[in-house]
């Protein structure tokens, strides 16, 4: 139902100028903010993120900046000073990512069209990995900054990101070789402001980082098939990437970004563990809305031809999300979906007498 209502905008408002847009694409950021904020047991770590609460909740603000990631922490430690729960935690995160995200789509020539080939991904990833949907909403509010020129507002995007998920790190060298061709100035300040980030948010998360995800060689069902899927639209954008109409400046930045997957896969190949290279893929995810949601306008200047190639990208994007859905091996922790709008009676007492145990 989600994916169909941005599907269906997407060739309702297409033809209309961007002051029409804007409104629609707003209130579908309400819309996922919603659909994202207060869901209800939905994602295998719900229980995780709901003990790590129940502890930040009963301590002050220094030790709940270090009891998680630092951003992370210090939404914890709010949601549970203003008495919102969990689901407040979700709805400030469902936040930072739905404002990220539209206003990567605000930029895009069909941000309607962008949005619901991001809908999947909404459902897997943003719905599941609460720390990692804001560093990627964050990675995104940061992509729309370069390409307006303003990178003291990406650098510090960027920095917000590390301190919701520390594995954002890995978007700090991408962007400061793409920030490196303009101005020296722009690269000392991306240098400086990254080191700081690091030393401030990262360096005590990284022998935690490599003990869990490469020393312990976990490994994720599906890892090479989602890496595949940001490699397949890299590869026709390195390939075709004159004929998508994007800045010189984002033209640099989403080239690294297809560099990026196409390593990820060689490195998933060598790597002890396909989760640590599945979790950094995360990051790319972003290249990939953008260049299936330009497809039509890059190949096809003819309406009806734009018009099929924009079917086929949402074909191919409602398929990704039913064969997930139906065949994922994880994919009862998101099925069926609940809401705090409409969660039943014995789902609430349920919630209590847990909330007791705990």
């Given at each position: 139902m989600?994916?169909?209502?941005?599907?269906?905008?997407?060739?309702?408002?297409?033809?209309?100028?961007?002051?029409?847009?804007?409104?629609?694409?707003?209130?579908?950021?309400?819309?996922?903010?919603?659909?994202?904020?207060?869901?209800?047991?939905?994602g295998c770590d719900w229980d995780s993120y709901v003990v790590l609460y129940r502890l930040i909740s009963r301590h002050d603000l220094l030790a709940a900046l270090r009891a998680s990631d630092p951003g992370y922490g210090l939404v914890n430690w709010l949601s549970a000073q203003l008495g919102l729960g969990v689901s407040g935690v979700n709805v400030i995160c469902a936040a930072i990512f739905s404002f990220g995200l539209i206003t990567l789509c605000r930029d895009e020539p069909n941000p309607?069209?962008?949005?619901?080939?991001?809908?999947?991904?909404?459902?897997?990833?943003?719905?599941?990995?609460?720390?990692?949907?804001?560093?990627?909403?964050?990675?995104?509010?940061?992509?729309?900054?370069?390409?307006?020129?303003?990178?003291?507002?990406?650098?510090?995007s960027l920095l917000l990101a590390n301190s919701f998920h520390h594995s954002a790190v890995i978007m700090l060298p991408l962007f400061g070789l793409a920030a490196s061709h303009d101005r020296i100035l722009n690269l000392v300040l991306f240098v400086v402001l990254g080191v700081t980030g690091y030393y401030v948010f990262v360096q005590e998360h990284v022998a935690t980082l490599v003990r869990i995800y490469i020393q312990a060689s976990f490994n994720s069902s599906g890892a090479a098939v989602r890496i595949l899927m940001d490699v397949i639209p890299a590869v026709i954008f390195l390939s075709f990437r004159r004929r998508f109409g994007f800045s010189a400046k984002l033209q640099r930045l989403w080239s690294l970004f297809a560099l990026a997957a196409i390593a990820a896969l060689v490195i998933l190949y060598f790597s002890p563990s396909s989760t640590a290279v599945d979790r950094l893929a995360l990051y790319l995810v972003p290249m990939q809305i953008v260049v299936l949601a330009r497809l039509p306008t890059a190949f096809s200047t003819v309406r009806v031809r734009n018009l099929f190639l924009a079917v086929t990208v949402l074909a191919y994007s409602l398929a990704v999300e039913i064969v997930w859905l139906n065949f994922g091996v994880y994919s009862h922790c998101w099925v069926p979906y609940r809401n705090y709008i409409w969660k039943s009676p014995s789902e609430r007492e349920s919630k209590h007498i847990l909330g007791r145990i705990v």
């Open positions: 989600l994916f169909a209502f941005f599907a269906a905008a997407g060739f309702i408002v297409a033809t209309r100028p961007p002051s029409q847009q804007r409104p629609a694409l707003w209130i579908g950021g309400i819309i996922l903010v919603l659909f994202i904020g207060l869901r209800f047991k939905v309607p069209l962008t949005l619901a080939v991001a809908v999947p991904y909404l459902v897997i990833v943003v719905t599941g990995y609460t720390r990692e949907s804001v560093a990627v909403g964050l990675v995104m509010l940061a992509a729309s900054q370069y390409g307006r020129g303003a990178y003291l507002r990406m650098a510090i």
